[in-house]
């Protein structure tokens, strides 16, 4: 009897799926195309540095902004969860991999990963597109946060939209903000207005927002090369800032600092 009835949520579930991948094919968007390949297929080959690819998505340009708004829109279903934990405490043969990675919605995260490579490529010509992913930064789900990341992808052509919903205390998302300024800053040493805006969160009014900057600040300062202004902003906001001294005096900070100047000595005694 019991044998019966998990074949019949197995069957139900089977044709659950069916449906859903109908609806889907018939739902979904259409990609743009270039040269016989959609839009997904050149992200795919752009990923392993391949110079068509990326060639290929700034042809497509502007063409691509519906489809990178759309792919940040991404909310886990709570049902699909609930079925997915439901099914794990069953036998192996409920739950196949075709169905846990629908139920993980593997393939949505996967777009989102697609969108932020796409911003990466564009940069600069993703502009206009950046007051748009502001906006999504204001949801308070999960899509909020996403939006902050596909900014962060978008290095200093996305700096602008960042700081700005960083200055905004309403924000939901500023400690998110904060790491992808300084994800901005790692990538971009010269981003000037980036450090500045990390210096200035280190007195923010938001505990978690002091916090995120102060710690970001700690690790940018141990990755620098050592020097008498480094040595001195150290010990500047490490006078006042607990976080920040805490940070560079953690042990694995300590090893890591220790390691690089080993490196940087290697590097300056090899032979020429």
């Known amino acids: ?20 991948a109908v609806v889907w094919a ?8 270039y040269d016989g390949r959609t839009l997904s297929k050149w992200i795919e080959l752009a990923g392993r ?11 497509m340009g502007t063409n691509t902004f519906p489809v990178i708004l759309k792919w940040l829109c991404y909310k886990p279903a709570p049902w699909k969860t609930k079925v997915l934990n439901r099914l794990g405490l069953g036998p192996d043969w409920v739950r196949p991999h075709f169905l846990v990675s629908w139920l993980n919605d593997e393939q949505a995260v996967t777009r989102v990963m697609h969108a932020y490579n796409m911003l990466g490529v564009l940069q600069e010509e993703a502009a206009p597109i950046g007051p748009e992913i502001l906006r999504l930064s204001y949801d ?14 978008m290095l200093t052509t996305g700096l602008p939209y960042l700081l700005q919903a960083l200055r905004d205390p309403n924000h939901p998302h500023r400690e998110e903000d904060v790491r992808q300024i300084a994800f901005v800053l790692q990538n ?11 210096l200035e969160c280190t007195a923010d009014k938001d505990a ?5 900057a102060s710690v ?13 202004e480094i040595d001195d902003f150290k010990k500047s906001v490490g006078s006042t800032n607990e976080a920040f001294r805490e940070e560079i ?8 600092r220790l390691e690089m100047l080993r490196a940087n000595d290697a590097t300056d005694s090899s032979p020429r």
């Not at 074949?7 to 659950?16: D, E």
């Open 26 to 33: 018939i739902s979904r968007d259409r990609e743009p195309t």
């Open 140 to 153: 308070k789900s999960d899509v909020g946060i996403l939006a902050l990341e596909a900014l962060g992808s």
């Open 49 to 59: 540095e391949n110079t068509e690819a990326r060639e290929a998505i700034r042809r």
């Open 1 to 20: 009897m019991r044998m019966r009835k998990g074949k019949l949520l197995f069957f139900c579930l089977g044709a659950g799926l069916v449906l859903a």
């Open 208 to 212: 978690g927002v002091q916090h995120e």
């Open 216 to 228: 970001t600040l700690a690790r940018w300062a141990i990755g620098q090369p050592a020097g008498p």
């Open 188 to 198: 971009n040493p010269a981003s000037t207005n980036a450090f500045q805006a990390l």
């Open 249 to 256: 005096n953690r042990p694995e900070m300590v090893y890591n």
